[in-house]
């Protein structure tokens, strides 16, 4: 079965402290994306890549970078993680560029920041 | 940016019943998804409709998609409490190789 693996499914962090949220995919997709999700506001994107080495801003990549050296992995690093951060974070992957194929998720990593 | 919005925002229905959700969106697209979300987990892909297309049909759901008025609609049929769960559309920003934008989801409980 196809899928999207995020690393944990629940993560306490302390303010200040770089955070790495990982993200692995087994179906040779080309696209990967990062979303976080928040009560109210629905989802947002916060990064995509569409190649290996290869990363794009989504609409609030502030306090985010995130880094694709393997076409099957793409992680989401938070470099001095803050409570405006913690959130429900989604991967997701897709087979080729545009939106003619479906989205496939991750379960998601519920961060809590403190 | 564009997204899409659905509505109702929230809807609660007996098992048996058929559940009705609609999304508007602002620009043109390529097509429109709608996807389902149980409570803490990821979002699953349901079904695409292109833009050409006005319906399409997967089980026991009916996607219509009306371009002229920039909405669709998404209707469960003979609902099922394993239904209960959010149900997203969501749309690219406009042509070409941009990702998609979701709504905030409709929230659907159905009772047994």
């Known amino acids: 079965d196809v899928k999207v693996t995020q690393s944990s499914r629940y993560l306490v962090k302390r303010t200040g402290e770089k955070v790495f949220l990982e993200c692995v995919q087994d179906?040779?997709?080309?696209?990967m994306f990062w979303y976080r999700q928040d009560p109210g506001l629905g989802l947002r994107l916060i990064y995509f890549s569409y190649d290996v080495k290869m990363k794009e801003k989504g609409d609030i990549p502030e306090g985010y970078s995130v880094s694709r050296e393997k076409k099957e992995r793409f992680s989401l690093i938070l470099e001095s993680a803050s409570t405006n951060q913690t959130s429900m974070y989604l991967c997701?992957?897709?087979?080729?560029?545009?939106?003619?194929?479906?989205?496939?998720f991750g379960s998601g990593t519920r961060l809590t920041v403190v | 940016s564009q997204q899409g919005e659905e509505d109702p925002q929230a809807l609660s229905i007996q098992e048996g019943e058929n559940a009705t959700m609609n999304c508007s969106y602002k620009?043109?697209?390529?097509?429109l998804q709608w996807y389902r979300q149980n409570s803490g987990r990821g979002l699953v892909h349901l079904i695409l409709i292109r833009s050409n297309e006005r319906e399409k049909h997967s089980g026991r759901l009916r996607v219509t998609l009306d371009t002229s008025k920039k909405s669709s609609s998404l209707l469960i049929t003979a609902s099922r409490a394993a239904d209960t769960a959010s149900y997203f559309c969501?749309?690219?920003?406009?042509?070409?190789?941009?990702?998609?934008?979701f709504g905030k989801g409709t929230r659907l409980s159905v009772i047994a």
């Open positions: 997701a992957s897709s087979l080729s560029p545009g939106t003619n194929y479906g989205y496939t």
């Open positions: 969501a749309t690219d920003r406009r042509s070409g190789n941009t990702p998609l934008v």
């Open positions: 620009t043109s697209i390529n097509n």
């Open positions: 179906m040779d997709h080309e696209n």
